[in-house]
């Protein structure tokens, strides 16, 4: 899309949806969101790996209940550049 | 054949290597040509763009939601509570209703938060955008105008304490019961419809 403001990390499907859940629910595990966006392990990884490096998602991995799991939530640099991405997707639907 | 020269399409003639005459044509129609298809396809992927955010926000929300069981559960101790504390006196029983309803709302809202831990899901228990804060601002207005007009309306009815010339309202007998219907009717559609406090605008048909 040429002429306008769209942020291009966010913009590739895959990572438009895991930022639309993130801003939705907060705080998700992967294997949940994995499980959402029915995509493999490594696709999820990379797309998350694409996140963080922009400095739009933070990863923990935690344990909690006797298993290791890993968390992924949207930072507020992350949620502006979502927000305004969507703005910028209205502003050219009109 | 045509060049682009300085931004301006220009039709050129040859013989050989030697340009015969140059001179600009159909520019301005080539170019709006494509600017509108391009327009149009663009306005289209954000479209479709936001139809999939739509999509997904919605099922996000499907799946946060809180059992049916629980979502009736809370919404009937709150109709409780609010009717407790609009009947409530020093010494009645109806006090002790707003205590334990009042501390049993809570124990339910961690338990939802609890097993949504357990599913793989952290949700904050403030909305974190703007207007998701709004919509809990104005929520907690709604519920505290309720409560207070309905505890109001009951002790100002009540034959001992009426004034004289009182607001119609308080001559009404049924206002803990109409306040304690709102409260729960409004807390259970607020828990199923947005389950993350976040304002998300959702399909009628979901």
């Known amino acids: ?94 | 054949m045509y060049q682009e020269c300085n931004k301006i399409y220009r039709a050129t003639f040859h013989i050989g290597k030697y340009v015969l005459c140059y001179f600009p044509i159909w520019k301005v129609t080539g170019d709006s040509l494509i600017m509108i298809d391009e327009n149009r396809s663009m306005t289209a992927e954000a479209q479709s763009a936001l139809e999939s955010l739509n999509k997904i926000g919605n099922e996000t929300i499907s799946s946060l939601r809180p059992p049916l069981w629980l979502i009736l559960m809370i919404s009937l101790l709150c109709g409780i509570f609010t009717f407790s504390f609009a009947v409530s006196e020093h010494e009645n029983s109806w006090a002790l209703g707003m205590w334990l309803s009042g501390i049993s709302v809570p124990l339910l809202v961690l338990f939802a938060k609890y097993s949504e831990r357990l599913l793989g899901v952290r949700g904050p228990f403030l909305p974190t955008s703007g207007s998701g804060k709004v919509f809990l601002a104005l929520q907690a207005v709604f519920f505290a105008v309720v409560m207070f007009v309905g505890r109001e309306a009951t002790v100002s009815g009540r034959p001992e304490t009426r004034l004289e010339g009182a607001f119609p309202i308080a001559d009404l007998p049924l206002a803990p019961y109409i306040a304690a219907v709102i409260v729960g009717l409004s807390v259970a559609y607020l828990t199923y419809k947005y389950p993350t406090n976040e304002w998300v605008r959702q399909d009628a048909s979901k």
């Open chain 1, 1 to 94: 899309m040429k002429n306008s403001r769209l942020n291009p990390v966010i913009h590739a499907p895959n990572r438009l949806h895991i930022c639309a859940i993130l801003s939705t629910a907060g705080e998700m595990e992967f294997k949940w969101l994995r499980e959402r966006l029915e995509v493999s392990d490594s696709v999820l990884s990379k797309h998350i790996k694409s996140l963080e490096e922009a400095g739009y998602v933070a990863v923990a991995k935690r344990r909690d209940f006797g298993h290791r799991r890993t968390w992924i939530r949207l930072n507020a640099a992350g949620r502006d550049a979502y927000t305004e991405h969507v703005k910028e997707l209205k502003r050219m639907v009109g």
